[in-house]
C-alpha cells in the first residue's frame, strides 16, 4: 500500500467530496456499486457515536448517488463480525469493505479473503495486523493520544510519582496509545504500578480501579486511555473517597468529558480528541474512490492535541450521541 507523503491531499479529497456529496449524482458510474460497512455495535459510547455516523453516512450517500448501496452491519463480537461478513460476502459482490475491526488479530485473516475477491478495503480506527490488506486506513493519531497526555501529566507531577493505567481491548490503537504514553513516561522519574485490560468498559474499569485502590495505597494520577473508562474510573475513586489522585484522565472527547474540562475541572481538566465521526470520512472517502473519480489510497490520521478549557467549545458537540 503506498501511503501518502501528506496528509493534506488527502483532506483535500475528501472536503471536496464533501461538498460535491449533494449534487453529485449525475457523475455516478452506470454499474450498481454495494458498500459494506461493518462495524461494532453501540457496545459503549463511542461506538455509539460510529453507529450513529455510519447511518447518516449512509443516508446522505445513497441519496447523492442512487447507483451506490451502502449496507450498515453491526456486531457484538469479533466472532459475530467475522460471521456477518462471510455471509456478506457469499450472498452479494462487495466492491468496497468499510471496516472498523472488533478486534486487529481476529478480522484480518476474513478481511484478507474478502480483499482477495477485488474488493477495496478501507479501514477505520482499529488497524489490521498486516497493513498490507487495506487500500485505505482513516484514524486519530494513537500514539499522539497517549504522547500528548503523558507529557502533560509529567509536567503537572514535576517528573515524579506513581500512577496506574488503564487498557482497553487487545487492539493496534491501543497498543499505540500505550506506547505513545510509556514512551514518554520512560524518560522520566514517573512509576507505572500497574497497567491492565477494562476492555474500554466503564463497568469493568470501575471495578479494575477498585482493586487497583485496594492495592495501592497511594497513586498520584490514573490515565483511562479512553472516556467512557475514565467515567468507571471516577465513580470507584469518589466511592472510595480517595483525596491522593491528582488527576484522572482520560481520552476520546466524550462530550461529558469536555463539560469537565470546561468548567475546568481540577482533576479532569484535559482531554484529547478521538472522534467516531472518522468513520463517515471514511464512508465518504470510499464513496470518492467509485463515483467522485478520486482515487483514495493511502492513510489519514487526524491530529490529537490537547483539549484544554480554553479551546473545548471547538471540541463540545452536546446533540451527538458521544
Known amino acids: 500500500m503506498k501511503t501518502l507523503t501528506t496528509k493534506a491531499r488527502m ?7 464533501t461538498f460535491v456529496l449533494p449534487f453529485g449524482a449525475a457523475s455516478a458510474q452506470e454499474r450498481d456499486i454495494t458498500i459494506v460497512v461493518s462495524i461494532p455495535a453501540a457496545t459503549h459510547g463511542w461506538t455509539g457515536g460510529v453507529v450513529y455516523h455510519a447511518e447518516q453516512a449512509e443516508k446522505e450517500v445513497e441519496a447523492a448517488f442512487p447507483n451506490i448501496d451502502v449496507v450498515v452491519s453491526t456486531a457484538s463480537s469479533a466472532t459475530a463480525q467475522v460471521s456477518a461478513l462471510e455471509d456478506l460476502s457469499a450472498t452479494r459482490k462487495l466492491d468496497a469493505l468499510v471496516i472498523l475491526p472488533f478486534t486487529s488479530e481476529e478480522l484480518t485473516g476474513p478481511v484478507e479473503q474478502v480483499k482477495a475477491k477485488g474488493t477495496f478495503i478501507s479501514v477505520v480506527d482499529r488497524g489490521l495486523t498486516d497493513p498490507s490488506i487495506q487500500d485505505l486506513y482513516v484514524a486519530g493519531d494513537n500514539i499522539a493520544v497517549g504522547a500528548n497526555t503523558a507529557r502533560w501529566l509529567s509536567d503537572k507531577l514535576g517528573g515524579e510519582g506513581e500512577i496506574v493505567v488503564l487498557r482497553g481491548i487487545p487492539t493496534v490503537i491501543d497498543d499505540e ?5 510509556s514512551d514518554v513516561m520512560a524518560e522520566t522519574d514517573i512509576k507505572i504500578l500497574d497497567i491492565q485490560y477494562a476492555n474500554w468498559n466503564q463497568d469493568e474499569a470501575f471495578t479494575l480501579m477498585q482493586d487497583y485502590l485496594a ?4 497513586i498520584d494520577a490514573v490515565w483511562a486511555n479512553d472516556d467512557d473508562m475514565l467515567l468507571g474510573v471516577i465513580e470507584a475513586v469518589d466511592q472510595a473517597g480517595r483525596t491522593d489522585i491528582k488527576y484522572a484522565l482520560g481520552g476520546n472527547g466524550m462530550k461529558q468529558v469536555i463539560e469537565m474540562v470546561k468548567e475546568e475541572n481540577a482533576r479532569t481538566p484535559i482531554s484529547t480528541p478521538y472522534p467516531p465521526s ?14 467522485g473519480q478520486a482515487p483514495m489510497r493511502g492513510s489519514f490520521l487526524l491530529d490529537a492535541p490537547l483539549i484544554t ?4 467549545d471547538q471540541f463540545y458537540f452536546p446533540n451527538s450521541p458521544f
Open 177 to 181: 496509545r500505550i506506547k505513545g504514553f
Open 309 to 312: 478549557p480554553q479551546n473545548a
Open 278 to 291: 472518522m468513520i463517515k470520512s471514511a464512508i465518504y472517502m470510499t464513496a470518492g474512490q467509485f463515483a
Open 215 to 218: 492495592k495501592y495505597p497511594k
Open 11 to 17: 483532506l483535500a479529497s475528501a472536503v471536496a467530496l
